[in-house]
């Protein structure tokens, strides 16, 4: 039984050290969350669990991918009402038509109303089959500036 551990003993010990060097390097930090377009923070299915910084009264723009000739569209999951508002959404045809099945573009603008921390969740889905239909999900972490 010792030379079976010895024989091993090697193998284990490069593991251990390399779960240990693994563990230990710092997560990458990824850029900031969506672009400015004349002033207006646009954001998109890139955004994906990033984050964006915004002000209050400040509105932004969140463009995802939607088919709802599918029966799928896209709907908050979780947001904070009281800091950030839904102003109004618009959906955008596909520009090249003869495409069946082709994806348009479902656009939020959301207003921010109060400082502090948002975790924007949305998800893609059949309402009336309830979340078991839910094939895509979008996050995104907002900081609300006064």
């Given amino acids: 039984m010792s030379i079976s551990i010895a024989r091993h003993l090697p193998q284990v010990l490069l593991s251990l050290l390399l779960v240990a060097c693994t563990g230990s390097k710092e997560p990458a930090t990824l850029p900031p969350a969506g672009n400015r377009d004349s002033g207006l923070l646009v954001l998109n299915r890139a955004d994906q669990n990033r984050s964006a910084d915004l002000r209050v ?40 038509s003869g495409f069946v099945g082709a994806r348009g573009q479902r656009s939020f603008i959301f207003r921010a109303r109060q400082p502090g921390d948002v975790v924007l969740a949305l998800k893609y889905w059949r309402f009336w089959e309830g979340d078991a239909s839910v094939s895509e999900r979008f996050s995104v972490n907002l900081h609300i500036l006064p």
């Fill in 57 to 96: 009264g400040e509105t932004f723009e969140l463009h995802l991918a939607e088919n709802p000739t599918t029966g799928f569209g896209w709907a908050i999951d979780s947001s904070d009402n009281q800091r950030l508002v839904l102003e109004g959404t618009t959906y955008s045809a596909p520009e090249q």
